[in-house]
T-cell receptor, first 116, second 114 residues
Framework: GAGVSQTPSNKVTEKGKYVELRCDPI?????LYWYRQSLGQGPEFLIY????????DSGLPNDRFFAVRPEGSVSTLKIQRTERGDSAVYLC??????????????FGPGTRLLVL | GNSVTQMEGPVTLSEEAFLTINCTYT??????LFWYVQYPGEGLQLLLK?????DKGSNKGFEATYRKETTSFHLEKGSVQVSDSAVYFC?????????????FGTGTRLTIIP
């Protein structure tokens, strides 16, 4: 079946602009995660959705970052007033339920964001 | 808070050599432990996992044992192949809200020479 998909695959923007990154999870997966991976580092957790609600947003770096999942499927990560330090690969992952503590997260290919 | 310390790379080995990539963790409670792999040009894939102490995860000839007494989850393979060249990430899964957010190490780049 189809895996996790993310669009766009690459995004180049200018400092101060607004960007939206989209994630399509695996069908039927209620848990959705966003991570950010800077060059040479491991992914860092940003936010976790269980269904439509953001159950854990403790990883969002500041209030310029916001994410939604209005219908419990597709999610959009929104970044306002982008800064050069926001340049990274943004990864989305989904899992079946997310609450068992033992589930596998399936990752998308990522969106590579470059802020000039 | 939770953290993962992973052996720094890059690591270069000859084909058929024995591989160990060290991973230790700090966490409260009982996290799940994972190894993810990122092949060139591809996304992160789960390689193996272990969910409780003394469990051994295995896949594609790789193994790792969840050692609570040493808070470690070292990755091993007896005979590596060129196709194993990739970046390997150790991770622990434990969230504060019943979820399993992953905390990753910095990754180890492995190159296997024929």
């Amino acid at each position: 079946g189809a895996g996790v998909s993310q669009t766009p695959s690459n995004k180049v923007t200018e400092k101060g602009k607004y960007v939206e990154l989209r994630c399509d999870p695996i069908s039927g997966h209620t848990a959705l995660y966003w991570y950010r991976q800077s060059l040479g580092q491991g992914p860092e957790f940003l936010i976790y959705f269980q269904g439509t609600g953001a159950a854990d947003d403790s990883g969002l770096p500041n209030d310029r970052f916001f994410a939604v999942r209005p219908e419990g499927s597709v999610s959009t990560l929104k970044i306002q007033r982008t800064e050069r330090g926001d340049s990274a690969v943004y990864l989305c992952a989904s899992s079946l339920a997310g609450t068992s503590g033992q589930e596998t997260q399936y990752f998308g290919p990522g969106t590579r964001l470059l802020v000039l | 808070g939770n953290s993962v310390t992973q052996m720094e790379g890059p690591v270069t080995l000859s084909e058929e050599a024995f591989l160990t990539i060290n991973c230790t963790y700090t966490a409260t409670g009982y996290p799940s432990l994972f190894w993810y792999v990122q092949y060139p040009g591809e996304g992160l894939q789960l390689l193996l996992k272990a969910t409780k102490a003394d469990d051994k995860g295995s896949n594609k000839g790789f193994e790792a044992t969840y050692r609570k007494e040493t808070t470690s989850f070292h990755l091993e393979k007896g005979s590596v192949q060129v196709s194993d060249s990739a970046v390997y990430f150790c991770a622990l899964g434990k969230g504060d809200f019943g979820n399993e957010k992953l905390t990753f190490g910095t990754g180890t780049r492995l190159t296997i020479i024929p």
